[in-house]
């Protein structure tokens, strides 16, 4: 009898379980926004949470706070061409100085540029904001025939960070009209050297014309990063009293 009665107790406890985790709830859409997170979170701050941060606060300051560089104007990337995109090809030709690389051109791609840096002081944050990534800079040789496809797959993509020494023009449906290389077309048995990423070196962001690259120089060690590359400009600049500035000067232009 006391047998019969648990198992019909069991019975009942999981037919009241199974109807418990049923829902007559049904999803009839869903909604997005996006919160700004501003000083207006400032005006009551919480005391306890305060005192929590203030030690962790004051490590991150002072190592993202210093001052690397000013610039004459506010900077973003975009493309075809953008200030911050020039101003970050040109580091990398002029990176190559202290490895021994006369590069001939630089080639920064636009997805890996975070961050926009504001006109005035530019601090270590600002520039890790920009370039959080650990991509260290490359040298490598390409024949004029990949340089060419290089540049045609730069205007499918619609343009990507190119130095001051590269002349594109493109249509609106991403094909190349016209490539030059200091003033001059593309020959396509020279051999170029090229400044850029290791990311890009391998092939990624769609430039897989790097895949034909001979006489690879690419430094692994982690001062050899890209963000230090950019600092170290800004610091050489700064030091001689200097105001970094970049424009658009149609180094990549879109033809209907």
């Known amino acids: 009898m006391i047998q019969k009665k648990l198992l019909t107790a069991a019975i009942i406890g999981a037919a009241l379980l199974t109807c418990s985790c049923r829902s007559h709830y049904t999803l009839t859409g869903i909604e997005h926004t996006r919160i700004l997170v501003d000083n207006r979170y400032d005006a009551h701050p919480d005391a306890a949470a305060a005192a929590y941060m203030a030690p962790y606060k004051h490590v991150v300051d002072s190592t993202m706070s210093p001052v690397v560089g000013e610039l004459a ?40 540029i975070r961050a926009a840096l504001a006109r005035g002081k530019v601090t270590w944050g600002d520039v890790l904001d920009v370039a959080p990534f650990e991509n260290k800079i490359c040298f490598l040789t390409l024949k004029g025939k990949d340089v060419t496809r290089l540049f045609e797959q730069i205007a499918m993509r619609g343009g990507e960070g190119v130095s001051h020494s590269v002349n594109l023009v493109c249509t609106a449906d991403g094909k190349l009209k016209s490539a030059r290389i200091n003033g001059e077309p593309v020959d396509p048995e020279r051999a ?5 990423l290791d990311y890009l070196a391998e092939g990624n962001d769609r430039l897989d014309a790097f895949l034909s690259k001979t006489e690879v120089n690419a430094p692994h060690e982690e001062l050899n990063n890209v963000r230090f590359i950019i600092m170290d400009y800004l610091k050489q600049q700064m030091a001689q009293g200097k105001i970094v500035d970049s424009q658009i000067e149609g180094r990549i232009i879109i033809e209907e």
């Open 73 to 112: 104007r506010h900077m973003a990337a975009y493309r075809p061409e953008s200030e911050l995109s020039n101003l970050l090809a040109d580091i990398l030709v002029w990176g190559g100085k202290q490895y021994g690389e006369k590069p001939v051109f630089g080639v920064y791609n636009i997805g890996g």
């Open 192 to 196: 170029y050297r090229i400044a850029t």
